[in-house]
């Protein structure tokens, strides 16, 4: 965890399940849902509501909080900045167990299973030259821009790669800059942070729901090892080095 967290400003760790058709509309089902979350972790007592989006959320004490959401046809959970990573796989785990029969989600029903590590880089500069200067600007890349006289709008590299032969196990390593074309003219930047995702996604369906924490557990491993061999030593500690270097 200290591995994770130490090396970025904030990390969190997210798990979507997506879904082919759309999630009950009445309130019965997703309070009786959102009940059964609260019981089992009391932080999580704040229900809001978005567009599109019903969340139930944690208070933010400290930078650390978690929520579950549910959309349309999908219900996402997230952890952020967890003491324990387990703490946050409880959380993931608990909604895989439960929703499926709160919510009436059959096997059939599953487009897919993703987790997502995120890990966030504060960056009060050009995060589009940092993301450039840190990845791109040793390679050939580096031939398409000159520093002399361009200014940087967007650099946001994504890779995916398949984990199996039937490619239907994935995984993603994106950076997410957030910059912009007003910020490049007036050189006033936000304090945006700098994104890394690594996402590791499983397509479905499902042979059986019982399933679901199996396939949690194989993305977990993956995404350990994932970011610890990858993402780490060869996005978030480049990106991070780049910050630290600017003046």
Request: aromatic fraction near 8%; proline fraction near 6%.
């Amino acid at each position: 965890m200290a591995d994770f967290g130490g090396c970025c400003s904030d990390f969190y760790v997210n798990q979507k399940l997506a879904l082919k058709m759309d999630l009950p509309e009445s309130r019965e089902p997703l309070l009786d849902m959102f009940d059964r979350v609260r019981r089992s972790m009391p932080d999580l007592d704040r229900l809001r509501r978005y567009d599109g989006e019903l969340a139930l959320e944690s208070s933010d004490q400290e930078r650390r909080y978690r929520w579950v959401a549910m959309r349309q046809t999908s219900i996402r959970s997230g952890d952020v900045n967890p003491t324990d990573i387990e703490e946050a796989y409880a959380l993931h785990r608990l909604i895989l167990e439960t929703a499926p029969y709160y919510l009436s989600i059959s096997p059939l029903d599953i487009d897919y299973l993703e987790l997502v590590f995120g890990f966030d880089l504060e960056a009060e500069t050009n995060r589009d030259e940092v993301v450039f200067d840190a990845l791109l600007a040793d390679g050939p890349l580096a031939n398409l821009v000159d520093p002399s006289q361009d200014r940087f709008l967007d650099c946001q590299p994504i890779v995916g790669i398949a984990l199996n032969e039937a490619c239907d196990l994935q995984a993603f390593f994106e950076v997410r800059s957030r910059g912009s074309a007003s910020e490049a003219a007036t050189g006033l930047y936000s304090p945006e942070p700098i994104s890394v995702y690594l996402t590791i996604r499983r397509h479905g369906p499902v042979a059986n729901l019982a399933d679901l924490p199996t396939i949690f557990a194989t993305l977990c491993g993956h995404a350990e090892r994932l970011a610890e061999e990858r993402a780490i030593p060869h996005l978030v500690l480049p990106i991070r080095h780049a910050i630290l270097s600017r003046p």
